[in-house]
């Protein structure tokens, strides 16, 4: 089997690299070649394009950055869709819309491709360690086909329906990290402002009640200032755009949601689109900025 990849970035490369460590043929695309520069160096195969990638493999896994990178990528003239192989699995590991991936999946279906659309949850962290939570929507059939590659980037795999439903499922994780990232800021400034050692407040409190992966993992980036993106700013406004548009078809309300969305986008405006999703910290850390 060969497998492709497509979107090295700050999760993707890992992700690649751990295929690549157990010992398959992985071939390559980026946007920008220079990130993928190391895998290359480390026996993978550079290709031009993703027509070009689909071509040369029988699995193609993609990582990239929003919607409409998916489309481009998946159906453009040079894109997946056109150029893979009957038979081929295209499984699309973005945080994307879940309409798109009901469309693509009905697209790939009447090439005789098998696609599924398998978001994740562990950020950098969980990239690194292989230590993903993959959520996939797709048939039976073709998630047992990839889960032996699936295993070897996560450890919670859970087929969760048919096409779009890894998507939708995805929207629920992100609707609960969102309040929980304004509730984890909140509690640490406020341990600021009331004189106590934040980090010793930390100690108590990660392993009650209140214990989240953001508390454990996010809130020590924000006491060593640290911001650099293990989840992109803008990748979050992002997920919450997509979770408020399918909660609207639904005629749902999400307040909370909407809460946390309006201060990402806040936060965004004030500069720190690139960084990590501790940064919400600034807002009140730095509350001229």
């Not at 995805?170 to 609960?176: D, E, F, R, S, V």
């Amino acid at each position: 089997m060969i497998v492709g990849f497509a979107g090295i970035g700050v999760m993707g490369k890992s992700m690649a690299g751990h295929i690549l460590d157990k010992g398959y043929e992985v071939h390559v695309y980026n946007r920008t070649p220079s990130k993928a520069q190391e895998l290359i160096d480390r026996g993978a195969v550079w290709q031009d394009s993703p027509g070009q990638l689909a071509a040369a493999c029988d699995v193609i896994v993609t990582m990239l950055g929003y919607p409409q990178d998916v489309e481009q990528v998946y159906t453009g003239e040079d894109g997946l869709i056109p150029h893979a192989k009957a038979g081929s699995y295209l499984i699309d590991m973005t945080t994307s819309s879940p309409l798109l991936a009901r469309r693509l999946a009905e697209q790939g279906q009447g090439k005789g491709l098998h696609v599924l659309d398998a978001p994740v949850s562990g950020g950098d962290v969980g990239a690194k360690n292989a230590k993903l939570s993959i959520m996939v929507g797709g048939e039976q059939a073709d998630f047992e086909a990839v889960l032996p590659l699936l295993e070897i980037l996560g450890s919670n795999i859970v087929l969760q329906g048919g096409p779009g439903a890894g998507q939708n499922t995805k929207m629920c994780n992100q609707i609960a990290i969102a309040s929980n990232m304004i509730g984890v800021t909140e509690a640490i400034v406020y341990a600021e402002k009331a004189g106590l050692d934040p980090k010793k407040v930390l100690k108590s409190i990660e392993t009650g009640a209140a214990g989240s992966f953001s508390l454990s993992n996010l809130v020590p980036r924000m006491l060593d200032g640290d911001f650099e993106p293990g989840f992109y700013v803008k990748h979050f406004i992002k997920d919450m755009g997509i979770a408020l548009e399918s909660a609207a078809e639904m005629k749902l309300e999400l307040p909370g949601l909407k809460l946390a969305e309006s201060l990402y986008r806040k936060l965004a405006d004030a500069g720190y689109a690139d960084k990590g999703t501790q940064a919400l910290y600034k807002l009140w850390a730095d509350p001229k900025d």
